[in-house]
């Protein structure tokens, strides 16, 4: 048994000190679990929400299963919900800019572009969505990316040619109206 998982089954049990040092001492942890796999700009809401859950349901922790798997698993949620509601955000502000302003989106087949396009962004794997959405969507620069990702800017170019490639594959053969 790690000592946060024992700090875990005291907190479970009761003990605000060790609930108060089981929350200080994983922080860091969180913090670069999170970091890895959030948006980094959702890094740190994921970080605190993880920290909230502790707190208020410390009780209903089962201390068959391992501390740092159930709260990496809160901050893995977190982070993929953050994503979700970034990315209708996203496309509900795309959809309200294009038609309060008179322009269609261009049709494929008929079927606006971003009803194909969003649902294929959110189809890529996290790492290259994250770097897609950092650089194409919010605008950020490789240099920029990299240092929110906390990944080399060669790894940002990678990533960033994979989901170009992976979506240009998902439209294949798509006929612009």
Not at 21 to 47: G, H, I, K, P, T
Request: charged share 25%; glycine share 6%.
């Amino acid at each position: 048994m790690t000592e946060l998982d024992a700090l875990a089954e005291r907190a479970r049990r009761g003990d605000a000190a060790a609930l108060e040092l089981l929350l200080e001492r994983s922080q860091a942890d969180l913090r670069r679990f999170a970091s890895r796999v959030c948006a980094s700009a959702d890094a740190e809401d994921a970080v605190q929400h993880a920290l909230v859950v502790i707190y208020t349901r410390i009780g209903a922790f089962r201390a068959a299963a391992r501390f740092t798997t159930w709260v990496f698993s809160i901050v893995h949620n977190e982070c993929a919900r953050l994503l979700r509601r970034s990315a209708r955000f996203v496309s509900l502000e795309v959809h309200a800019t294009a038609r309060s302003s008179g322009v269609r989106d261009p049709g494929i087949d008929g079927v606006d572009l971003l009803d194909l396009l969003v649902p294929a962004i959110r189809s890529l794997p996290p790492p290259l969505r994250e770097v897609l959405v950092l650089r194409d969507v919010e605008g950020h620069s490789t240099a920029e990316t990299a240092g929110r990702l906390g990944i080399s800017e060669g790894n940002v170019k990678v990533r960033l040619h994979r989901a170009r490639a992976s979506l240009r594959a998902a439209f294949a053969g798509a006929e612009v109206a």
